[in-house]
T-cell receptor, first 118, second 115 residues
């Protein structure tokens, strides 16, 4: 399977703990996106990478959140000092990066990491 | 401001019935793309269709069809002869040319197909 993969699929943590999620995009996809989805809502954009460069961050991405894509392949999303409001599904998507503009591409999503903060 | 509206929160149909999922969007841009994604219980968003703002042709793919009307800012999705496997949450999404790195998703329509 060459789709987007995410690990872990589920994470339960206690408030105040740090968590880290990993996303492996479709091979050779240059663009990578993180979204957050809460119950009953559509996904909300968090951040975007083109290769290893983080080009855009949403206001939703507070100082406790950090994302990296060190070699332009996989990405990690870390949440420090988790709060109950961080409980959500965290989705990763990737697109090919072959078009001149990101909006011209289709984003392919992974299965998500479901986080529960107790 | 909400940019994509899916007014139907939940729909139930009996298998083999046709069903239309509504999507209304708001934008001042002339260049944008509209998408539909399916999210089954497993959670993964599955890409269904992409349509750019300059292409108002309706599209049919098997049992799926899409009606794009710029005059009413709508991009509706019809499933013909629904099947139980169509049960999922369906999201309409919009991406603009000037903020092309992020989707604006609707709140989704949960479709249940009853056997």
């Amino acid at each position: 399977d060459t789709g987007v993969s995410q690990d872990p699929r589920h994470k339960i943590t206690k408030r105040g703990q740090n968590v880290t999620f990993r996303c492996d995009p479709i091979s050779e996809h240059n663009r990578l996106y993180w979204y957050r989805q809460t119950l009953g809502q559509g996904p909300e954009f968090l951040t975007y990478f083109q290769n290893e460069a983080q080009l855009e961050k949403s206001r939703l991405l507070s100082d406790r959140f950090s994302a990296e894509r060190p070699k332009g392949s996989f990405s990690t999303l870390e949440i420090q000092r988790t709060e109950q409001g961080d409980s959500a599904m965290y989705l990763c998507a990737s697109s090919s990066g072959t078009s001149g503009r990101a909006f011209q591409e289709t984003q392919y999503f992974g299965p998500g990491t479901r986080l529960l903060v107790l | 401001a909400q940019k994509v509206t899916q007014a139907q929160t939940e729909i139930s149909v009996v298998e083999k019935e046709d069903v239309t999922l509504d999507c209304v969007y708001e934008t001042r841009d002339t260049t944008y793309y509209l998408f539909w994604y399916k999210q089954p219980p497993s959670g993964e968003l599955v890409f269904l269709i992409r349509r750019n703002s300059f292409d108002e042709q309706n599209e049919i793919s098997g049992r799926y069809s899409w009606n794009f009307q710029k005059s009413t800012s709508s991009f509706n999705f019809t499933i013909t002869a629904s099947q139980v496997v169509d049960s999922a949450v369906y999201f309409c999404a919009l991406i603009f040319s000037n903020t092309g790195n992020q989707f604006y998703f609707g709140t989704g329509t949960s479709l249940t197909v009853i056997p």
